[in-house]
Each structure stands twice: as C-alpha cells, then as structure tokens.
C-alpha cells in the first residue's frame, strides 16, 4: 500500500516516518517518461504532439520529487492529460497501439510495465486518480496533532472524506465497467496484479463500507439520527466489508501489499460485525443509558440479565461472551495489520469502538462469574439469533469521460513536412 501521503512536502523529501492509516490504499503507480513527441511526430499537429508529452511528463515530475503527496497538483494535471489522451483512444486517428506507455509503482521503483495501448494508458491515468483520493480521505481522517490519544477530526472532514471515498469508487467502477473490457487478452495478463477487476472491485467495496462507516459515527454523534438509521448503516457496513473481502480471497494474496489490504479489511470486518451486532441487540437500552454507543451484544445483555428465567441468563452471558470475543480478535487483527510489510500505525479508537474495547470485556467478566454456571446446564440456549440484511443504500460516483481536447479537431490540422534539420533537432538526445 502507499505509505506517502503524509510524509513529503512538495519540493523536498522528508525522512520517512511510520504512517497512520484511516483509510487503506494501493501502492501509487505513476507514468515513466515515454517519448511520445516522437512517435507522434508527423501523424499529428506538432504543438499537440508537444502538450501531450510535456503534461505527462509534468505529472512525471511533480510525482517522483513530491513522492505523490502533492494530491491537489497531480488530480489536475491528470484531467487536463486525460482529455488530451482520449484523442489517442480514437479508432479514427489510428494511433491506439502506437505509443508505448511505461508505468512504475513509485515506493520501490519496481513492477515496471510498458504497454503500447492507449487504453491501457486511460485505465493507468484514471487507476492513479483513484489512489490519489483515496489517499486525500485518509488525509482527511488523520488528526493534525498525532499525538492526541483520541482521534479528533471535524463533521466537515468526516464528510468530505466520504465524497472522496465514493468519488474513487466511482473512478475503479468505471474503469471496470468501461475500460478494463477494451483491453486485450495478452494485454490484461501483463497487468499488475493489484490492477486486477477482483482487486479493483475490491477496493472500490472497501471505499463504500468506510464511507458507511464514517456515516455511521456522524449518526452516532447527531441526537437527530434514529436507532433504526444507525443499525442500518451499521447492517450496510458489514455488508460492504464481507463482499470487499470476499473480492479479495477470490485471487491468489501472493505480494506484500495485497496481503496487507487483506489484514485490513479482516480487522474491519470484525470492528464492523461488533458493530452490527451492537445494534441489532441494542433498543430500549440506548433511550435509559443516554445514547450511549455499545455494542448490541452487551446491550442485550443488560437487558436479558432483568429476566428471571434461566434461558434470560444464558443468552446475557452469551451476547457478553461473544461481544468479548469479537472485540479480542478485532485487536488482534488491528496488530497483525499495523505490523504486516509496509509498517504502519491505527489511528485512536474512536465512535463505537472507543467505548467498547474498554466496557465489553469488563462487563462480560462479571456477568460470566455469575452466571457462568447456567451455561452448562442450558447448553440449547446458546445460539446467537441471524442478524438482518438490508438493500445498500450507498453507491459510487456515477463518473463520465470529459470531452475530447479541442486541440483532436482534424479539421484544422496543418501537418508540415520536417526538413532534414528539423528531423535530426528533434532527435532525442543518446
């Protein structure tokens, strides 16, 4: 995954610290310089062969000196490229196998790849958008101050993150809808692995459930938002996050960075179910313990542990058992994660979560000595019930092409003749 978003500043380059990470991304892939000036030279107007090259170029080096944290720079170098690039994608310019395009993953440097397919070089430009905003959203969850013990981040930041999130899904969405299916067989296999349709929907579900998510700690913190708002995003966040993974163990995990992505969503899937559970549970005890958020296990627990019958305690001790469980392992998950290759840092507990890794395990201890003995003589009530489904209300940007750069207008293309001079002055230097 990228770990620079928030470790260069344009023009210079930081020592590299261990990065907080929100919100997961790919490594960043960026563009090598390509002589596009020259294979273009004579089939297209030479001021237009010239700003192509020039603009790839610039996103060249505005990404390699700012290790890409300059978000901002780079998005609107890319649209200004990708509407000159859709020129190249024409069948009626012939020119869609012409140029060959090169693309690195910028950590390492490695994984090169270079392709002479203009889609190719579409679906690279509109792959690098979305890491890109998906790394803004990150940017956007992480406190200014990194050594506060709780995370503090703004409503306004929290909503903008979410925008950002479904942006970039609309972006992976496209390309798999719209570009991926352009590409050649032979062409496909050359593909880095992360640039897969399974990883690139994948992705685009994770960015859907951390959207719900952010949500859902925005309804957390408003008195206005209902109980039965919150368990339906807290339904639809889990929702998202199994299909994520379920994208995801479909391919064969074998680099470091697809691994990481695959702890990621493990340990968001359990803080997600906890959730879930939380408030599938969770009803009149909300209103009697002043909004408090936890989980519904531990809720259903206090009020279950109010009946008489056996059968009332068996199924408190169980909802605290499992709550404690889940809560163990989603700890758990969250270390396997920050310590799998690239190192990296989780940001403070925060919304449900900040609560319940401290109240869950103290409660289900006291409840387990008193009502431990029940469990083996009601060993039929320990089941825990099927938690609902709802129809996902949160979807990605519906995101369309620009137009094609007035400058593709053959029309008034002049196209002259390069004298001997000429020719030998535009060759590249060896």
């Not at 300059?70 to 170098?77: K, P, S, W």
């Not at 068996?314 to 700890?331: M, Q, T, Y």
Request: glycine letters at 4%.
């Amino acid at each position: 995954m990228g770990c620079t978003s928030s470790v260069y500043a344009l023009g210079k380059k930081k020592k590299k610290m261990i990065p907080q990470v929100s919100v997961f991304f790919p490594s960043l892939r960026i563009p090598v310089h390509s002589d596009i000036h020259t294979t273009l030279r004579g089939l297209v107007p030479k001021d237009l062969a010239h700003t192509i090259s020039s603009l790839r170029n610039q996103i060249v080096f505005v990404a390699e000196d700012t290790g890409g944290s300059a978000i901002a720079e780079l998005t609107r170098a890319l649209e200004q490229y990708l509407s000159l690039l859709l020129g190249l994608t024409k069948k009626e310019y012939g020119l869609q196998e012409l140029v060959e395009f090169r693309w690195k993953e910028l950590e390492d440097g490695r994984q090169e790849i270079c392709v002479a397919n203009s889609w190719f070089e579409l679906f690279s430009v509109l792959h690098m958008m979305a890491v890109l905003t998906l790394m803004e959203a990150n940017l956007k969850l992480i406190p200014q101050d990194s050594s506060l013990s709780e995370r503090l981040v703004s409503a306004d930041c929290m909503r903008d993150a979410v925008d950002l999130l479904l942006k970039a899904a609309g972006y992976l969405n496209f390309c798999i809808g719209n570009v991926l299916p352009r590409l050649p067989p032979d062409i496909k296999s050359k593909l880095p692995s992360d640039m897969h349709e399974s990883i690139l929907e994948a992705i685009s579900q994770q960015a859907l459930a951390q959207g719900t998510e952010i949500q859902l700690g925005l309804a957390v913190q408003s008195h206005n938002a209902t109980l039965s708002v919150k368990r339906r995003l807290a339904c639809e966040q889990l929702s998202f996050f199994a299909q994520a993974h379920c994208c995801l163990s479909e391919v064969n995990a074998n680099g470091a960075a697809l691994k990481k992505q695959l702890l990621f969503l493990k340990w968001k899937y359990l803080e997600a179910k906890v959730t879930m559970l939380s408030y599938y549970f969770f009803s009149e005890a909300l209103k009697l313990l002043a909004n408090a958020f936890k989980t519904y296990y531990y809720y259903h627990g206090l009020i279950l542990d109010k009946g008489t019958e056996p059968s009332s305690h068996v199924s408190a001790v169980c909802c605290f058992l499992a709550a404690e469980e889940l809560i163990a392992e989603s700890r758990k998950a969250c270390l396997t994660f920050c310590l799998a290759d690239p190192i990296t840092r989780a940001p403070p507990p925060w919304g449900a979560m900040k609560h319940l890794h401290k109240k869950i395990p103290e409660t289900a201890s006291k409840k387990s000595q008193m009502y431990g003995y029940l469990l083996e003589q009601e060993k039929d009530l320990r089941n825990l019930p099927d938690l609902p489904e709802f129809q996902l209300s949160l979807k990605p940007d519906e995101y369309e092409l620009p137009e094609v750069d007035g400058a593709w207008d053959c029309g008034k293309w002049e196209i002259t003749e390069q004298t001997l001079k000429e020719h030998l002055n535009d060759e590249p230097e060896t």
